[in-house]
Each structure stands twice: as C-alpha cells, then as structure tokens.
C-alpha cells in the first residue's frame, strides 16, 4: 500500500527557508514520480514542482521556480523540497504525491497522481 507522510511545515518570517519532507513506505520510490502541490483557502490546488522516475527529471512551476528545488533520496525513500526566499503568497497546505508516470512528470495533472499525502501547513508571516 502506497503511503506519504509530509512533514517539515511551519511558521516562518517572511524570507526564511523550510525544508518539506516527504516519506514514503509501501512502494519502490525510484520506480514512482512524485509532485509537490500547495492549497491555499479558497484556491485551487497549485502545482509546485515534480520528480519524475527513471531519470528523475525536474520541473518547477514559475511560482517558485528559482526559489523551491526538489530532490530525492531513494534509499531513505524521502523525497524533499527546499524551500528559500518565502513569501506570505507561499502559506498554504503542502502535500506530495506520487504516481507510476510512462512520461516525464509534467505532461500529468495533479487529478493523475493517485497517492497523496495528508499535508503539511506553511505559514508565512512576520
């Protein structure tokens, strides 16, 4: 059973850095890319960044590109997105997700990752 556990969030001054974590268990993560998505109230679900498998390619949404960089860990079956340069825009619940991808993680829809990851909250204030 594919299981993601986020972890990391946090109420950080406005500039600061968080790192987000995202645990996985129950499946071979190198075989699976894995997203990281945001939610803010009232918004739609934003897709921050993906990491696809096999060549673990990377893609970055023009929100956070330059600011946010995903990586993976395959052995310690972790999947991380560094985050610098926050801002109060950036507060929202973080989630992960994970899907068995044929094409590099971009070309999908957040509807097309199957497994996710019960949330972190970011708060961006001073």
């Known amino acids: 059973q594919v299981q993601l556990v986020e972890s990391g969030g946090g109420l950080v001054q406005p500039g600061g850095s968080l790192r987000l974590s995202c645990a996985a268990s129950?499946?071979?993560?190198?075989?699976?890319?894995i997203g990281w998505f945001r939610q803010a109230p009232g918004k739609e679900r934003e897709v921050l960044s993906c990491?696809?498998?096999?060549?673990?390619?990377?893609y970055y949404g023009d929100s956070v590109k330059g600011r946010f960089t995903i990586s993976r860990d395959n052995a310690k079956k972790t999947v991380y997105l560094q985050m610098n340069s926050l801002k109060p825009e950036d507060t929202a619940v973080y989630y992960c997700?994970?899907?068995?991808?044929?094409?590099?993680?971009?070309?999908?829809?957040?509807?097309?990752?199957?497994?996710w990851g019960q949330g972190t909250q970011v708060t961006v204030s001073s």
């Open positions: 997700a994970a899907e068995r991808l044929a094409l590099s993680c971009w070309l999908y829809e957040d509807k097309e990752f199957g497994s």
């Open positions: 129950g499946f071979s993560l190198g075989s699976y890319a």
């Open positions: 990491i696809s498998s096999g060549d673990s390619s990377t």
